[in-house]
């Protein structure tokens, strides 16, 4: 057999640094931030005075640059001063207060701490001491601070304020990027006072904006005239369609250009762009309801019809009931309760509901469901197989319990 590899061994026609449009890629310019970054740099200005800057939130919705903004901006303040040291924290990875203390004191050098085994009041001592010899002004950033404080509570963010008042030679401030603009809210009044932060809000780009984006980031990927125009005014419009998602827009011109190459094309067009867009949105739910078995197809359409009837009673039994009834309405001979009950877990393993046991009082323990996604969409793409087109779920019964 011939190396399958083979084919795209060999020159392209077009030659492009794909990584300058990788997520993890910080640029070097951010056209329609730049009041942003002012904001951000005339904050963190002070510790050019030897002072701590405030602690700043930034808020904006996926795709607004919060976060390439922010290390870049934290880039360049160690560029011009060098008692700088800066923890970028990702807090879908730490979402603790021993994982973050961690985090930080392995960013102060010495011998790694382990990520697991110390007691708290170990690791923040280690913690303290170890960014106290530095000398250095700490800028802690918690991306997606969202989920640490609906993790942790507020015990994480009270952490990190403790340690920005004990330290004594340092000082440090924290940085919290999120796309949720009531994560203050819910969290203790008195650690909600100690923050001390000002705010940063970066809005969602329109279709105008996104295409300076990726126009400016295109010239260093490629060579003049590799893009049409018409590529890239389309890309930038289904960006701002996405709430002014850049990230998408970006996405959606890496993986065109990346079609292009694997093709030998000379041009990315709009046409391109369809296919990227194609790729980047293959429905993953769509492609998993088609391929269920039958049975397990009616099934699920049994649950989306039981939450259609009564949305506080889609338990196993309603949804067996439902299920019998839409096999006779087809014209297909239904399972036993105990094979359904099985199908149902394995919906629930396989992404498409959730389970959950329930007490019913007077009638006992039993399961009931609820759909992850939303249930018309399910019920579209399920209404899509020939065998189950026919369904009319005007047909179906409301279902009645009487109390004894």
Partial sequence: MDNPFARFAGTRTIQADLSLLEENYVPDSFPHRENQINEMVTILSSILRGSRPSNIIVYGKTGTGKTSTTKYVTKMLMEAANNVSVVYVNCEIYDSPYSILVAIANSAGEEKIPELGWPIDRIYRETLDRVERTGKFFIIILDEMDRLIKKSGGDSLYVLLKLMTDVDSVRVSMIGITNDTTVLENIDA??????????????????????????????????????????????????????????????????????????????????????ARERYEMNVIREAISTLPLHSKIVLL???????????????????????????????????????????TELADYGLLMMDDRNMGKYGRTRSFSMVHQAETIKKYLLEDENLSMFKSSKMPKQTRFDT
């Avoid at 009837?309 to 006779?328: A, K, Q, W």
């Fill in 190 to 275: 008195r650690i909600k006072s100690r923050l001390n932060q000002e705010s940063i809000v970066f809005p969602p780009y329109n279709a105008s904006e996104i295409k300076d984006i990726i126009s400016s980031r295109l010239e260093k990927v490629l060579g003049s005239d590799v893009v049409d125009q018409t590529a890239i005014n389309l890309c930038a419009a289904i960006g701002a369609q996405e709430h002014g998602d850049a990230r998408k827009a970006i996405d959606l011109m890496r993986i065109a250009i990346e079609i292009a190459i694997r093709e030998n094309r000379n041009k990315i067009t709009e046409n391109e762009i369809y296919e």
């Fill in 302 to 344: 049994s649950a989306v019809v039981t939450q259609e009837i009564e949305p506080n009673s889609v338990i196993t039994g309603e949804i067996y009931e439902n299920y019998r009834r839409i096999c006779d309405d087809l014209g297909f001979s239904p399972l036993s309760p105990r094979r359904i009950s099985d199908l149902l």
